[in-house]
């Protein structure tokens, strides 16, 4: 059974920083290509971050700008997004996700077959 658990969000003033976590249950971790994504009220789910299965590439959404940081630590299954410099526009829930092994770099989002529940990080000013 694979289960994704997302945890570390929160309310936080506009500047702030938030550090995520996404502890996986889940097989092979090590070769599963692992995302964060976001969605916002009202609007479609976005790509946030993405780490290759060793951790030594990595790939971001056109907003994020220099202002986060994803990694992953193989030995514990879990992934982390590092948030600074936080904005109102980053409010929503973010996922964490995790595609299926053997997957090639970079990947497209509909690679991702599975996904936590979500946590939910509210930016305010």
């Known amino acids: 059974q694979v289960q994704l658990v997302e945890s570390g969000g929160g309310l936080v003033q506009a500047g702030g920083s938030l550090r995520l976590s996404c502890a996986a249950s889940i097989r092979s971790f090590s070769s599963r290509i692992m995302g964060w994504f976001r969605q916002a009220p009202g609007k479609e789910r976005e790509f946030v971050a993405a780490?290759?299965?060793?951790?030594?590439?990595?790939d971001y959404g056109d907003f994020v700008k220099g202002r986060f940081t994803i990694s992953r630590d193989n030995a514990k299954n879990t992934v982390t997004l590092q948030m600074n410099s936080l904005k109102l526009e980053d409010t929503g829930v973010y996922y964490c996700a995790a595609t299926v092994g053997g997957r090639t770099w970079p990947t497209p989002s509909y690679e991702y077959r599975y996904w936590g529940q979500g946590t939910q990080v509210t930016v305010s000013s």
């Open positions: 780490v290759s299965w060793s951790g030594g590439n990595t």
